[in-house]
């Protein structure tokens, strides 16, 4: 079995080799909320500086993506890594609240720049190049190079934090972004740049989406899918760190081991979406309802929860029903599209993942601070209680 086919290491290598050596230093996912507790904000607070990330992308996709259009994904995608680790380093420099909020919307904005102009960076290189059949090889690789990458980048930000202090996160974060840019300054690019109208762009999508989103209202299945995105997003988002750091802190955990525990997610997500080969064919709907159920039942027991193995390993068995969710998901929601609708309402569903968050990241740590993160942890089951009842509406034929 030959892991990398002809030619695919030959134009490919930038892309992985950056999946791999640029994500390793970005350590902060697992330490951001114990950081920003650390310097004095509430989870109220933290939660609100989370949302306002995917908040400001929201905002800001249409008119970011007219930049790819006018002078190329390349330079697109290198100038969104080199703003978004200049952004990142400034955390390194300001405590002021308000200060944080601006720039994580211009983390936001910058994370725009590369959303889609990256897999088009790459899907135009292979075609170009006549080799389509490369394509399907990347998307599958590439996620497993950043799960191994961030193996190690747990391991590592354990030690950095254990020897050098949490406000470290940061300068090494940036450091990854500008790692990226420059490996991928060595990724090849065929495209021609073409005359880009913002005016125009917002018409056509608005046309777009509302053709799509009108065959998605009155498409029985996809209808209910796009309610269970967000539902299930909301439930995501009071699962993170925001309820998870303080759970684990008052059980006497370190900060370092959070970068540990990051470490032993990456290693369930690396495995856990190979489940779905074990299932039988078109039996998504009903593997999602063990998934969301079991997902719920998680957050029952960690209401009994008090010994600090236990609590971890009910955080792992958790991070693996998670990861199986993705191709369960995902295929069985690409089964119910039209062809010509397949980008536009994965676009439309990423919007409701994307308000999940929105709506979620603050209410969680509001939460948190008002009836306590272990409570806070239980109202996310009911969410996903929820998303997993809705299927049962779900007629196919």
Known sequence: MVFFHKNELKFLWPFYLEAFLGTILFIQIPFAVLY??????????????????????????????????????????????LLEGTFMLLFFFTRDYYHLIIISALIGISTTLMSGSYEAWVVDLLKAKKHKNLIKNYFSKKPSCYNLAFVFSGIFGAWVVGKFGLAMIWPLSAASAFV????????????KTQKAHIKKSFINLWNQAKETVSHGYGHHVLYYLMIISFGMSLGFAFQ???TLTPILTDLGFTSNGFGYLWSAMAVVGIFAPLVSHWS????????????????????VIMQFAWSLTFVLILIIVSSFIWDTNYPFISTYFHRFIPTKMRATMGSIRGMMIS???????????????????????????LFMLVSAAMFFLIKEK
């Not at 990226?180 to 495209?191: D, K, V």
């Open 36 to 81: 920003f507790s650390s310097i004095g904000f509430s989870a109220a607070q933290v939660g609100l500086l989370m949302a306002i990330v995917p908040l400001a992308a929201f905002i800001s996709e249409i008119p970011t993506g007219a930049i790819a259009d006018l002078y190329g994904r390349k330079f697109s995608v290198i100038l969104g890594w």
């Open 180 to 191: 990226t840019a420059s490996i991928l300054l060595f990724g090849e690019e065929i495209y």
């Open 240 to 242: 993170n760190f925001i």
């Open 280 to 299: 039988g064919k078109n039996n998504e709907k009903n593997a999602l309802i063990i998934i969301y159920s079991l997902i719920a039942l998680y957050t």
């Open 355 to 381: 308000l999940g968050g929105i709506v979620g990241l603050p209410l969680a740590g509001l939460l948190v601070d008002l009836i306590g993160p272990r409570y806070t942890l239980l109202v996310s089951g």
